[in-house]
């Protein structure tokens, strides 16, 4: 089993990419704060990778994703 911080890095890297992506089509991290409603600080440490967010913002960015590539 690789260690804790390989698997928490496998885990987080799919989240990474769409927040990412979310925060791009927003126009950035302060517009996706405000369009998830929270904190622009709990954003950044999500995209620094210092925490995996909730499923629910997860899906939440997710469907910003979709919505901007017209699925």
Same mark, same amino acid.
């Given at each position: ?8 890095? &496998? ?12 925060? *791009?089509?927003?126009? =950035? *991290? ?10 622009? /600080? ?5 995209? /620094?990778?210092?925490?995996? @967010? @909730? ?6 960015? &997710? ?5 901007? *590539? =017209?699925?």
């Amino acid at each position: 089993m690789p260690p804790v911080a390989t698997r928490r890095a &496998l885990i987080a890297a799919p989240y990474l990419r769409v927040l990412r992506k979310a925060a *791009e089509i927003t126009g =950035g *991290e302060k517009a996706l704060a405000a369009a998830l409603a929270v904190a622009q /600080d709990t954003v950044r440490s999500w995209l /620094d990778g210092e925490v995996v @967010p @909730p499923v629910h913002f997860y899906v939440a960015a &997710l469907e910003i994703v979709e919505h901007s *590539e =017209g699925k």
